[in-house]
């Protein structure tokens, strides 16, 4: 599986940002598919993600209510809806998949895209 995420850029606190994130070989529903993020100096963590059977999303707490993961199996695209940013949400956003990822998606999540910066400013 390749990833490619898009849809980075700078934006005032307050305001919205769409990624996108375009796969190609196997389809999306083979896999847990999600969003992570690192800032600068700071370990990479976890943002949200769908598991295989698209009923189930996982947000970290710090997103919660603000982001908005949606899976598009038809174009094998993945989202990340995000919104009321914050400057704390400043960061390279990466896009994964995996087979079988644990449970809080800390590992098994092996197939990952280049980041796309996202910048909030305050």
């Known amino acids: 599986v390749q990833l490619q995420a898009s849809g980075g850029g700078l934006v005032q606190a307050g305001g919205s940002l769409r990624l996108s994130c375009a796969a190609s070989?196997?389809?999306?529903?083979?896999?847990?598919v999600g969003w992570f993020r690192q800032a600068p100096g700071k370990n990479r963590e976890f943002v949200a993600a769908i598991r295989w059977s698209g009923d189930s999303r996982v947000y970290a707490d710090s997103v919660k209510g603000r982001f908005t993961i949606i899976s598009n199996n038809a174009k094998n695209t993945l989202y990340l809806q995000m919104n009321s940013l914050k400057p704390e949400d400043t960061a390279v956003y990466y896009c994964a998949a995996g087979p079988s990822p644990n449970e809080d998606f800390s590992h098994g999540m092996d197939y990952w895209g280049k980041g796309t910066q996202v910048t909030v400013s305050s």
């Open positions: 070989g196997r389809t999306f529903t083979a896999y847990a």
